[in-house]
Nanobody
Framework: QEQLVESAGGLVQPGDSLRLSCSAS????????MGWFRQAPGKGREFVAS???????MYADSVKSRFTISRDHAQNTVYLQMNSLKPEDTAVYYCAASTYSSATRQSSDYTYWGQGTQVTVSS
């Protein structure tokens, strides 16, 4: 069964950094774009970042210059480095594997999803 396994999130203070990781089975990682989405309490799921198979990246405006998505082909793992965290970044973060090789913002382009990990930014 194909799966995505996310690392634990956590409770951090505003301005702190946190790195999330997501390990995938080779079949859904190889040749496919990967993405991160998030869902805050009472809100819908929103796009955060995506990375193509060739490592082209795209970001939501709200996280651009603060978050960095990357991938390790040898480890079948995608990362989300989050810097200068803000309280509005508080959400459950989801890793996803796309049907396509190109980076995409559309959640409907992603076939496999992780279980989600809570990130709370609070003083």
């Amino acid at each position: 069964q194909e799966q995505l396994v996310e690392s634990a999130g956590g409770l951090v203070q505003p301005g702190d950094s946190l790195r999330l990781s997501c390990s995938a089975s080779q079949r859904i990682f190889s040749g496919h774009a990967m993405g991160w989405f998030r869902q805050a309490p009472g809100k819908g799921r929103e796009f955060v970042a995506s990375i193509s198979w060739s490592s082209f990246t795209m970001y939501a405006d709200s996280v651009k210059s603060r978050f960095t998505i990357s991938r390790d082909h040898a480890q079948n793992t995608v990362y989300l480095q989050m810097n200068s965290l803000k309280p509005e970044d508080t959400a459950v973060y989801y890793c996803a594997a796309s049907t396509y090789s190109s980076a995409t913002r559309q959640s409907s382009d992603y076939t496999y999803w992780g279980q989600g990990t809570q990130v709370t930014v609070s003083s």
